[in-house]
């Protein structure tokens, strides 16, 4: 075996191997996998939850699950939903410091009193525009298990190398650098999720894990207010720089989890903390829904990705939201008061990532029990218009702008359901899954590099001539851009003769699997189709899969 032999047996992909477990998969009996995978199919098509289960299963759906489905669901959210969304709260937690430590010292310390605050984000958007699609084409030849924490591990060094800096020019090379490395993250993470969960299970976990942005934001404040507290001048240093330190700290550990934790595909999965059987079933639970396997990516598979309308238009709302985000300039309108401590302009804003966290959570829920995506998406939309709409007026009573401040945070949840969709409507294709939403924070960054110096340009803070104006006018076409997707994806279901399957979503009809379990039609033109009620079905799972795959 050569060098190169033994290095891709470690780090990447058997597609050999793969293909034939696929096709033994899939061509044992329903009979045989109700023998083979007896330890996670419930055959009590007549199982009720007790009243705790039904109570606790209005808010997470494990609790609804029949005792196996349950037990296999929760194993799944103890390893891959925790790590997930520990990890991208150690990667948020990195990238929002230099917010809180700006307000916190910094600015007057290295004597930053031109758009060097602007530039710090300049800096890391180019590093992620750079880095974000090359991350995902790794990922198709290396594993997530490896590539995914190998960055995380560079960047938790760069965060703690920014405290020892003595001016601006270091910073920008660590962000840029950090940029880099930290763009594998989100798309890659959701990119996992989505290859382990079902549509009635998983905006709920996109939702917690996109919830990380919030948390971690939460807690830089209180991070940053502690450390201002009690270590400011410890050592010598100053309480800003000792927040790099921290948080460089928190991420290493997380980061050599990651080695252990990530579980990749199932179909190539090769964790120690699932058995084969388990492993095996996960294929076939993700075969139920429609969701392909991962293939290897060449340059031709590439090229027909690109001549779909599907990446371009759902790039359209994703870029939107992401660069309409205003949080940033929240603490810079506080500071500008002139009437709160440095601790408070780093806690008040918490309380509008606590309000995310929550809205995140209930409409995710909502979105999961109704078995659609698209009113619960214009609703966050919403939230976020009536915000950056308040804040353009801007000579509003102080309450009602401390009030726009938050609306936006309540819309949060959109990232969440965004992705939840990204892994339904792209289900078909592994590869342009991962790819879409690497190329939407590719435009985002690029965007991102310049809007921010040109809409909310530093020495205009507090008061923006242009940028919340601006922002209200993008988040209406962001709707647009929604509407647009809807109806070409209904389109497309009668030009391409698609069927729905019980899940609510379009199969191509040879990959269309019968469970012959659903009393509802999926007929195309039924006017029922796709409104799936995914709890009806008490969460038993009765494989009857169709012969051909």
Known sequence: MTLSEKLNKWVGYNREHEALRLAEITSITPEERLVRFA??????????????????????DTFKKPPKERKYVQKLDLFILIYSLLSFLVKTLDNSNVSNAYVSGMKEDLHLYGQERNLFTTFFNVGSIIGAVPSQVILNRVRPSI???????SWSVMVMIIASTKGAKLIYGMRFLMGITESVAYPGFALVLGSWYRPDELAKRMTIYDGAWAIANMFSGYIQAGVYTSMNGLGGLAGWRWLFIIDGLIGLPVALLGYFAIPDFPINSRVKWMSQAQKDYSVLRMLEVGRKPPRKLTLSRLGQMMKQWRPYGFMWPYILFNICDTSSYWNLWLKSLGIYSIQQINLIPTGGYACGLVSGYLIANMSDRAGKRFPFLMLAVFFNFLGNLLLAIWNIPFGVKMFAFFLPEIGYPLWGLMLTWSAETFQDDTELRGLVVAMGNTMSSA???WFPLVAFPTPQAPMYKLGYKLVTGLTVLEAMGIVFFLIMSKRELKTRGKKLNKFGLAVDIEDYRDNGTDELSLEMGDENAGKVDYQAKSGVVEITVAEKL
Do not use: H, R, Y
Request: charged share 20%.
């Open 39 to 60: 330890e996670f199919i419930d055959t009590d098509a007549d199982f009720q939850p007790n009243k705790i289960g039904l109570f606790f299963g209005q808010f997470w």
């Open 147 to 153: 590539w995914i924490p190998s960055c995380e591990v």
């Open 447 to 449: 965007m991102g590099a």
